[in-house]
């Protein structure tokens, strides 16, 4: 099993990265927020370990980008132990939460109990809106039995709006979720990315699922 500590302060990150190592597990270490987003796009891991206070990109951005793309489990390890702070880690897609200080034998139980779940999740759900439907563990896309052939970041963002089925998404929120977080906001990228999208998986089609409302963001649904 290969798992990606994100933690900034070393001693920590080294306590944890030794002491899972000793059970057998293989661990990569990100110090940033941003390191460790990359390493979590360039590899597989089962699960990801993520503190809330990073550098350049704090664990909710990280977590809420890894959940728009990726099913892999998130247990966030944190000092922040409001309320407020253990919902808002579950609302955006975290798997467990548990509070520092903590005690390793925990750790252990809590991680083998969310690798468990993976297990059981290891080809992830195809989602379908309509004729369309989009397989995250092979990366493939169909419409109407057609594959449809995508780029990674029309995957992404395909994917993106398929989670997000019938909810509006402002321009802002789906850069923050399919682009770098140092993205020229003022760039049409998702005009240009949506236009492209269209031409793949709605203008072959007599129903369209992509929708544009004008001024607010881009909705995926059916509509009869």
């Not at 939460?97 to 390793?104: H, N, R």
């Not at 709006?161 to 906001?185: A, H, K, P, Y």
């Not at 760039?187 to 999208?197: A, K, M």
Request: glycine share 6%; charged share 30%; proline share 3%.
């Amino acid at each position: 099993m290969r798992l990606l500590i994100i933690e900034d302060e070393p001693r920590t990150a080294d306590y944890l990265q030794q002491g899972l190592r000793e059970n057998g597990y293989v661990v990569d270490c990100a110090y940033t927020g941003t390191d460790g987003l990359h390493l979590a796009r360039q590899h597989s891991y089962d699960l990801v370990i993520l503190d809330v206070n990073l550098p350049e990109l704090d664990g909710w951005g990280v977590l809420q980008r890894l959940r728009a793309e990726s099913s892999t489990r998130i247990m966030m390890l944190t000092a922040h132990g409001r309320l407020a702070d253990r919902v808002k880690g579950l609302d955006l897609g975290a798997d467990d939460y548990l509070l520092k200080p903590f005690e390793f034998p925990e750790l252990l139980a809590r991680i083998r109990s969310l690798l468990r779940r993976n297990d059981q999740h290891l080809q992830p759900d195809t989602l379908k809106v309509a004729d369309l439907e989009l397989d995250p563990g092979r990366h493939r896309a169909w419409r109407g039995g057609q594959r449809i052939d995508l780029t990674a970041k029309e995957f992404t963002l395909l994917h993106l709006l398929m989670r997000q089925s019938g909810e509006v998404l402002s321009r802002t929120q789906i850069i923050s979720l399919v682009w770098d977080m140092n993205f020229d906001c003022d760039t049409n990228v998702v005009e240009v990315s949506i236009r492209r999208l269209r031409a793949k998986i709605d203008d072959p089609f007599d129903n369209k699922l992509i929708h544009t409302l004008r001024g607010v963001g881009y909705v995926l649904e059916a509509r009869t």
